[in-house]
């Protein structure tokens, strides 16, 4: 099915600009040329008519135009002539190159090339006179020169698109950068709230079932307390995240975090609140003690492992010993906790699985490995392994 061709409103404006122009010369009687087989003045607006039409096509069909345009050029030579043709037709050759297929902005500028070249030797061979050169000089004024424009204006948006594309795609990369920041940043948050305040929480839900479900003051008033001490540890816990968020305390200092250090006193605090169900919290360090510091991201990883460990154990551990070890080998820190498997009695607290979760992106983010599971212990019980491995040198960026 054919679709009807439109010419845009630049097309229109230079045909009929073109064919004004040549009518005034026309009407005023200049001319190009004389001595030709079609002398009469009416021939000179054939050309000058099909020339003007070809400009329209100048867009949507920039190689017919060229076509129809070739010929009315060859045709104008036969007339008196008009500038008006001429000028037309350098630009039909202009925008068969700029707006039509790749092949032909390749090959129209080598065409006109030689055919300025061909038509410029035949002619001085022909009239064998100097002036000679001046017609090929016009014809590379009117097809060559044309084309070489073309070809640089197109060179030159196609250079344009690039960048633009280029500009949109790197725009495009940085908000994927910046979503994975965010989505890094919230991730980064998520763990820090979960292993700062889990362990409280769930002591205190542990501590108030125990208190609603056991009718004797003395229990009541020691999960009270229990519960007491964990609000305001938990307390304490959230201002510190707040300081980290805002990057300082209230005073501008940076807040401290958290390192294997304090592992006494949460081992304590784990055995104050474990009691009430049979657990039973030791820690085993056997690092050396001129093994050296721990970069700061290790040891907050490790700490917090240990913590989300032991808040997983005042959950589910059935009663009996909860070990955290610790060891380094070489550049590599290893942390360890274990529990006992098996039913317990008493009020627990539920679990979602975001700890593990947690855990294992902190030794993912370090480049260390992460696994947990329950494995067979002595005595035909089962024990809860907790392992991770921590490599002491924080991973090297490659450029």
């Known amino acids: 099915m054919l679709t009807s061709i439109r010419p845009d409103r630049d097309a229109v404006a230079l045909a009929v ?8 010369l026309w009407r005023l009687g200049l001319h190009t040329q004389g001595g030709h087989p079609f002398s009469a003045p009416w021939a000179t607006l054939v050309p000058l008519t099909v020339m ?22 060859v045709a104008d030579q036969f007339t008196r002539g008009s500038l008006a043709t001429v000028l037309m037709f350098t630009d039909v050759m202009y925008a068969a190159v700029l707006y039509g297929p790749p092949a032909a902005a390749r090959r129209l500028p080598v065409a006109t090339l030689l055919v300025t070249v061909a038509s410029t030797i035949g002619f001085l061979a022909w009239f064998q006179k100097p002036e000679a050169l001046l017609i090929g000089l016009v014809i590379g004024l009117v097809s060559f020169i044309p084309a070489l424009t073309g070809v640089s204006v197109r060179s030159h948006r196609t250079a344009a698109d690039a960048a633009r594309l280029a500009a949109a795609q790197t725009a495009r990369l940085a908000e994927m950068d910046r ?5 890094a940043e919230r991730a980064r948050m998520a763990r820090e709230l979960h292993d700062m305040v889990a362990g409280h929480l769930s002591a205190v839900a542990i501590h108030s079932t125990a208190a609603l479900s056991i009718d004797d003051p003395e229990t009541s008033r020691g999960a009270l ?18 300081g980290l968020l805002r990057e300082g305390g209230e005073d501008g200092a940076p807040v401290a975090a ?4 304090a592992l006494d006193a949460l081992i304590e605090q784990t055995n104050a609140n474990g009691a009430s169900g049979g657990l039973v919290c030791a820690l085993e360090d056997r690092r050396a003690p001129d093994a050296g510091a721990l970069p700061t991201p290790v040891e ?6 240990v913590q989300e460990s032991l808040t997983n154990a005042l959950k589910h551990a059935a009663p009996g010993p909860v070990v955290v070890r610790l060891g380094r080998s070489g550049e590599l820190l290893t942390v360890e906790v274990t529990s006992a498997v098996g039913s317990r009695t008493g009020p627990t607290a539920p679990g979602s699985g975001a700890g593990l979760v947690g855990m294992r992106e902190r030794a ?3 480049g260390g490995t992460f696994g947990a599971g329950a494995e067979p212990g002595g005595g035909g019980a089962k024990i809860w392994r907790v392992r991770a491995e921590l490599p002491v040198r924080e991973k090297e960026t490659r450029e």
């Open 179 to 183: 979503t994975q920041a965010v989505a």
């Open 258 to 261: 958290p390192t294997l250090a």
């Open 17 to 24: 600009s073109g064919l004004l122009g040549g009518l005034l």
């Open 52 to 73: 003007a039409s070809a400009e329209l096509l100048r867009r949507e069909a920039p190689r017919s135009a060229l076509a129809v345009g070739t010929l009315a050029l």
């Open 300 to 305: 907050l990883a490790a700490y917090r492992i």
């Open 364 to 366: 993912a983010l370090l």
């Open 225 to 242: 307390k229990v519960i007491r001490e964990n609000s305001v540890e938990g307390l304490a816990e959230m201002r510190r995240l707040i």
